[in-house]
C-alpha cells in the first residue's frame, strides 16, 4: 500500500545516487548530510533489522558492515534490481511495502530512510500499530524523513521552495503525505512507544521509537 509514486521511483532509479549526492540543485538541502543520516539510523539499530524502502541499497549496505541481519523491502523493481547489484546476495530484498510485506518471524529493528512519506497518516498509523506485533520490547522503530514541528512549517516550506523556484520540490512538498511530529508522537505513544525526534537537516529529522 502507498504505492502511488512507484512510477516514480522506476524512472528516478539510475540516477537516485546522484541525487543523493547533491547533483540537484533542488533537492540539495532534502539530502544534505545524507552519509550521516544514514549512520545515524545505522548507529541506532540492533539485531535483526528490517528495512522498509530500501531504494539503491545506500542504508541496507552500512546496517549490513555493522554485521547486522537485514531483511529488505522495496516495492520497485528497477530500485531492487540496482540494490541487488550494489549488495550482491548477501542479504535478501524482497517486493513489498510498509503494509503489506513477507513478515520475518521476529525483528529487534524496524528501520527506513527518505521514504514513510509515501504513506497517508492514515496508512501510517495503521503500519505502526502492525509493527507492534513483530517487534519484542526494547524493539526499535527508527525512521528518517521529512517531517515537520507543524502544519503552518510544511506551508512555509512549500512557499519557500516556490519562492527560489523550485518547482518541483514544491510540487513533491505539495503532493507527498509529508507529517508532522506531533501527529507521530502520538501515534506511537498511543501504541505503547516512547519516542523522540531529532533534526538532521532543514527537511528530514531522524524518529526513534522504543517499545515499552
Ligand atoms: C527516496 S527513496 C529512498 C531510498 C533509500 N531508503 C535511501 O535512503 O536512499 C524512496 C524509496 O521508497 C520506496 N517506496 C515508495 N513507496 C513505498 C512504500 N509504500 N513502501 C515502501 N517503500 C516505498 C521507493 O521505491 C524508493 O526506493
Known sequence: ????FLDLFEEWSKSYDD???GHDIEYQEVFKHYDRI????TNRAHGHVLEFG???????ERLLKKGLKVTGIEPSPAMREIAIGKLGNVT???DGDFMDFPEPESVDSIVSTYAF??????EKEKAIASYGKLLNTGGKIVFADTMYQSKEAHEKAISDAKQAGFHN???DLQTEYYTTIPFLESVL???GYSVNFERCNQFVWIMEAEKL
Do not use: C, P, Q, Y
Open 189 to 191: 505513544e498511543e501504541h
Open 117 to 122: 512519506h509515501h504513506l497517508t497518516d492514515e
Open 92 to 94: 535478501h530484498i524482497a
Open 169 to 171: 520540490l514544491a510540487n
Open 54 to 60: 530500501v531504494g539503491t541499497g545506500n542504508l541496507t
Open 38 to 41: 544514514l549512520d545515524s539510523v
Open 1 to 4: 500500500m502507498g504505492r502511488e
Open 19 to 21: 541525487t543523493v549526492g
